[in-house]
């Protein structure tokens, strides 16, 4: 019999230690060694083995001489969920979804296995956590039945590589890879050790059998990817879920793409009958949006390739406290405190014993330069109390010494928001010129903030 070691190894980050210890020396997280067991003889076959079928082995070939063969990727009726993977599904490609307990994960491959299988595609859903009646059960109220969707329960990844060799599909859905074990790897399932080696297998089976591969991966109370970041970069593409459980809009968002942007956002809307994709998002983001209150702006913000117009809220009142409070939700808070000193030094605002509270309303995170206009004006509009016009659109990078800076894709920014019906753009004078603006629209260059406060507050 094989003799056993015994090794400690951090949930998080994968380091290995042959004794205990509080914090882990790789990540410095506390209590994250759990000890496991590993087989020191037998020589157990690396999952790692990218050998093709025929076993011949391969040898090192000069890249020109090498014969690509140009695939279309496969569309789904999804038009959201293309756009996120960067125009479809690509064969032979490992794709993780990641996202809170009951945001729609497992909803949203069952909708898009049918779709995949109505179109001719066999589509194999394996699930971990959920029998193989509950699973129909859950695709009757979703409307889902296909002969080409064959569905199988089991989280030995033995038994699930044999199903895959004996039905050969084009599509493997497998949900989820924390309750996957391999039988040769002595730890828990959901391990860090299991979860690396089965994700390992299935990389595996997909780049040798061009089967794409969605496998479903839960997420720490921090919002990551539970298990090693070795397991974000081995796959082809992250996709993460967002969404407020009280809410019905959800959010996909591709943060790891190997064929494809990594900015795009896909928006859905929970129903009864399941996700259904938002076509026009900036209008779902707009609808509640207060008329003549002051501190609210609109932006027209790039996710990827598609503009977003976005409210940003400010909140300034007087402190309570020796240091005032900056709280902010969808922006970066070291962003909004950059702001708020150029609008102090440059303009003239006294901040300094004011709170500051902004929001992007709708869930959205943004991060691109083009926003900072927008948001300087939503804290001067709140400080002075003085509403903005709700036919205003702001864009605009601020620099430090005050000044407004030209932005990229100004064009599709204005039309967007002439789509909507807005009458004003606020935009970088270095922008005007060049190309064509929509009719029915003002544009308003502006060289800095103090002349966009002027041209909003006070024009």
């Given at each position: 019999m094989a003799k056993r070691k015994t090794k400690f190894m951090c949930q998080e980050c994968g380091y290995e230690s042959p004794k205990w210890m509080g914090k882990c020396p790789g990540c410095g997280q506390w209590n994250k060694m759990v000890e496991e067991t590993e087989s020191s003889g037998g020589g157990r076959k690396g999952a790692f083995n990218h050998s093709n079928t025929t076993g011949i082995k391969p040898k090192a070939t000069p890249i020109t001489s090498i014969e690509?063969?140009?695939?279309?990727?496969?569309?789904t009726e999804m038009r959201e969920l293309n756009r996120v993977l960067g125009g479809g599904v690509v064969k032979g490609s490992l794709v993780l979804i990641g996202g809170d307990p009951g945001i729609g994960k497992s909803?949203?491959?069952?909708?898009?296995?049918f779709q995949l299988a109505k179109i001719g595609q066999s589509v194999l859903y394996i699930s971990g956590e959920e029998s193989m009646r509950q699973t129909k059960l859950r695709a009757d109220r979703l409307g889902v039945a296909s002969e080409n969707l064959l569905v199988y329960s089991e989280t030995n990844l033995e038994?699930?590589?044999?199903?895959?060799?004996k039905n050969d599909p084009d599509f493997v859905i497998v949900d989820s890879i924390q309750t996957v074990y391999h039988p040769d790897v002595t730890s828990a399932p959901g391990s860090v050790s299991q979860v690396r080696e089965c994700t390992a297998e299935l990389m595996r089976i997909a780049k040798t059998k061009g089967v794409a591969i969605f496998i479903v991966g839960h997420v720490t109370k921090e919002g990551s990817i539970a298990g090693p970041r070795l397991l974000e970069h081995m796959?082809?593409?992250v996709l993460y879920f967002e969404g407020e459980r009280h809410h019905t809009y959800r959010i996909l968002r591709a943060v790891k793409n190997r064929f494809g942007s990594t900015n795009e956002m896909g928006i859905f809307e929970m129903k009864e009958a399941g996700l259904e994709e938002v076509a026009n998002p900036s209008e779902i983001f707009l609808e509640e949006r207060s008329q003549g209150a002051s501190g609210s702006t609109v932006v027209a913000s790039m996710e990827g390739t598609r503009p977003v117009l976005v409210e940003i809220q400010a909140l300034i009142s007087p402190t309570s406290f020796g240091n005032p409070r900056r709280m902010a939700t969808g922006i970066d808070h070291n962003r909004v405190s950059l702001l708020m000193a150029v609008l102090e030094k440059r303009v003239g605002l006294l901040l300094a014993n004011q709170d500051a509270y902004l929001k992007v309303a709708g869930g959205v995170k943004l991060d691109e330069p083009a926003i900072d206009l927008a948001i300087a004006v939503s804290i001067a509009s709140s400080f002075r109390d003085r509403p903005t016009r709700a036919s205003d659109c702001i864009i605009g990078e601020v620099g430090l010494t005050g000044e407004v800076r030209r932005v990229s894709r100004i064009e599709q920014r204005v039309q967007e928001a002439a789509k909507l019906g807005f009458e004003r753009v606020i935009l970088p004078e270095n922008n005007l010129g060049g190309w064509t603006c929509p009719p029915g629209i003002t544009l308003i260059g502006v060289t800095s903030v103090s002349e966009a406060l002027k041209a909003v507050l006070e024009g």
């Amino acid at each position: 019999m094989a003799k056993r070691k015994t090794k400690f190894m951090c949930q998080e980050c994968g380091y290995e230690s042959p004794k205990w210890m509080g914090k882990c020396p790789g990540c410095g997280q506390w209590n994250k060694m759990v000890e496991e067991t590993e087989s020191s003889g037998g020589g157990r076959k690396g999952a790692f083995n990218h050998s093709n079928t025929t076993g011949i082995k391969p040898k090192a070939t000069p890249i020109t001489s090498i014969e690509t063969i140009s695939e279309p990727r496969i569309h789904t009726e999804m038009r959201e969920l293309n756009r996120v993977l960067g125009g479809g599904v690509v064969k032979g490609s490992l794709v993780l979804i990641g996202g809170d307990p009951g945001i729609g994960k497992s909803t949203l491959l069952l909708q898009v296995s049918f779709q995949l299988a109505k179109i001719g595609q066999s589509v194999l859903y394996i699930s971990g956590e959920e029998s193989m009646r509950q699973t129909k059960l859950r695709a009757d109220r979703l409307g889902v039945a296909s002969e080409n969707l064959l569905v199988y329960s089991e989280t030995n990844l033995e038994e699930i590589s044999l199903t895959i060799e004996k039905n050969d599909p084009d599509f493997v859905i497998v949900d989820s890879i924390q309750t996957v074990y391999h039988p040769d790897v002595t730890s828990a399932p959901g391990s860090v050790s299991q979860v690396r080696e089965c994700t390992a297998e299935l990389m595996r089976i997909a780049k040798t059998k061009g089967v794409a591969i969605f496998i479903v991966g839960h997420v720490t109370k921090e919002g990551s990817i539970a298990g090693p970041r070795l397991l974000e970069h081995m796959v082809d593409t992250v996709l993460y879920f967002e969404g407020e459980r009280h809410h019905t809009y959800r959010i996909l968002r591709a943060v790891k793409n190997r064929f494809g942007s990594t900015n795009e956002m896909g928006i859905f809307e929970m129903k009864e009958a399941g996700l259904e994709e938002v076509a026009n998002p900036s209008e779902i983001f707009l609808e509640e949006r207060s008329q003549g209150a002051s501190g609210s702006t609109v932006v027209a913000s790039m996710e990827g390739t598609r503009p977003v117009l976005v409210e940003i809220q400010a909140l300034i009142s007087p402190t309570s406290f020796g240091n005032p409070r900056r709280m902010a939700t969808g922006i970066d808070h070291n962003r909004v405190s950059l702001l708020m000193a150029v609008l102090e030094k440059r303009v003239g605002l006294l901040l300094a014993n004011q709170d500051a509270y902004l929001k992007v309303a709708g869930g959205v995170k943004l991060d691109e330069p083009a926003i900072d206009l927008a948001i300087a004006v939503s804290i001067a509009s709140s400080f002075r109390d003085r509403p903005t016009r709700a036919s205003d659109c702001i864009i605009g990078e601020v620099g430090l010494t005050g000044e407004v800076r030209r932005v990229s894709r100004i064009e599709q920014r204005v039309q967007e928001a002439a789509k909507l019906g807005f009458e004003r753009v606020i935009l970088p004078e270095n922008n005007l010129g060049g190309w064509t603006c929509p009719p029915g629209i003002t544009l308003i260059g502006v060289t800095s903030v103090s002349e966009a406060l002027k041209a909003v507050l006070e024009g």
